[in-house]
C-alpha cells in the first residue's frame, strides 16, 4: 500500500481481555517498529524488527506484551491480559534503510476499561 | 544508552516571531537526529533528518556534536506550525529510533 496501515483504528477492551493490533508495513520496507504513546509520556520504544533478524524486543514492558513480524511484512503486537495502564496510541512505523527516517502509521487508539 | 531531552513542553509564540525548540541527546557513538511532527488529528510524519541538512516548510536544524544539541528553529512561526514536535535518534546502526517527550509548539495570531 501507499503507508503503514494500523487495524483496529480504536479498540475498547475489557481489563484482563487479550488483544491484537495490527500493522501493514510499506511493501519492501525491512524495519519494522511499535511505540507506544501515552499522554504526556512522549513515545515509548516497544519492539524492532530488521529483516531476518532476530527482533529487539528490549522494549516491551511485561511479558504480556509480545509481537510477531510473519514473512517479513505484516506484524502482529499481542497484549495478554490487559490492564488500565495499557491505554495508550500504538504506533507501527516502517522504515527503508538507515538515515530515511521512518513513515508511522495513523494508530491504534486501545482502551482498556 | 540513547537518551533524547526536549526540555520544553510547551512552547508559545505569536505569528512573525521566531521559534527555536530544543533537543539535547545523549549517545556516545555518532547519531542520526530527527526531527518528527504530528499535527492535530494527524499521523506522525518525518520534518528534518541531520544527514539531508535541507530546510522543511522553513525549519532548519543543525547537529551541533560539542553541544550535543539538534535545535529545530524557524525565523518566522506561522499558525499552521502549530503541532506536536519530536526530536529522535539512532545509531548509525539504524537501530531503535529514540524520541524525546516532545514539544508542543502553539503559534497565536
Known amino acids: 500500500g501507499a503507508g503503514v496501515s494500523q487495524s483496529p483504528s480504536n479498540k475498547v477492551t475489557e481489563k484482563g481481555k487479550d488483544v491484537e493490533l495490527r500493522c501493514d508495513p510499506i511493501?519492501?520496507?525491512?524495519?519494522l517498529y511499535w511505540y507506544r504513546q501515552s499522554l504526556g509520556q512522549g513515545l515509548e520504544f516497544l519492539i524492532y524488527f530488521q529483516g531476518n533478524s532476530a527482533p529487539d524486543k528490549s522494549g516491551l514492558p511485561s511479558d504480556r506484551f509480545s509481537a510477531e513480524r510473519t514473512g517479513g511484512s505484516v506484524s502482529t503486537l499481542t497484549i495478554q491480559r490487559t490492564q488500565q495502564e495499557d491505554s495508550a496510541v500504538y504506533l507501527c512505523a516502517s522504515g527503508a534503510g538507515q538515515g530515511y527516517g521512518y513513515t508511522f502509521g495513523s494508530g491504534t487508539r486501545l482502551t482498556v476499561v | 544508552a540513547q537518551r533524547v531531552t526536549q526540555p520544553e513542553k510547551l512552547l508559545s509564540v505569536f505569528k512573525g516571531a521566531p521559534v527555536e525548540l530544543k533537543c539535547n541527546y545523549s549517545y556516545s557513538g555518532s547519531p542520526e537526529l530527527f526531527w518528527y511532527v504530528q499535527y492535530s488529528r494527524q499521523r506522525l510524519q518525518l520534518l528534518l533528518r541531520h544527514i539531508s541538512r535541507e530546510s522543511i516548510k522553513g525549519f532548519t536544524a543543525d547537529l551541533n556534536k560539542g553541544e550535543t544539541s539538534f535545535h529545530l528553529k524557524k525565523p518566522f512561526a506561522q499558525e499552521e506550525d502549530s503541532a506536536m514536535y519530536y526530536c529522535?535518534?539512532?545509531?548509525?546502526?539504524?537501530?531503535?529510533?529514540?524520541f524525546g517527550t516532545g514539544t508542543r509548539l502553539l503559534v497565536s495570531p
Open positions: 511493501s519492501g520496507h525491512t524495519a
Open positions: 529522535a535518534l539512532s545509531n548509525t546502526g539504524f537501530q531503535k529510533l529514540v
